[in-house]
C-alpha cells in the first residue's frame, strides 16, 4: 500500500473503492473516473452504491485483465477475496437514509 505523500489519509494504490452515486457524478464515476481507476493494476473491485435503494454494481477485474460485473440487491452479499471480506449489501445501508430517487 503506497500513501499519497501530500496527503497522508490518502492510498494511491486502492484494491477495493467504493463509490456513492449521486445525480451530479455518476456519468463521470461510471466512465473517466472508473476509466482512471482501470489504469492501476491493483485494484480489483469497484463497487457503484446506490442513494436511493439497496443496490449496488460490484466490477471486478479477472485475472485476464478484463472485468466482470455483479449486480447486488436487498438479500445479496458482497464479496471481496481481494480483502478477504464478505459483507451483506444491507449492512453497507445501517443507520443511513435513502434520498428521494433523482
Known sequence: MRRDPEFADAI????????????????YDRGE???LYRQNEELIDYILISP??????HY????????????????SMLRLPSIECEI?????????????PG
Open 12 to 27: 494511491v494504490n486502492p484494491r477495493v473503492v467504493f463509490e456513492v452515486l449521486s445525480d451530479s457524478t455518476e456519468a
Open 33 to 35: 473516473k472508473f476509466a
Open 52 to 57: 436511493t435503494r439497496v443496490y449496488a454494481e
Open 60 to 75: 471486478m477485474r479477472t485475472d485476464s485483465n478484463t472485468w466482470n460485473l455483479a449486480f447486488l440487491g436487498p438479500g
Open 88 to 100: 451483506p449489501l444491507g449492512t453497507l445501508y445501517e443507520g443511513m437514509e435513502m434520498l428521494a
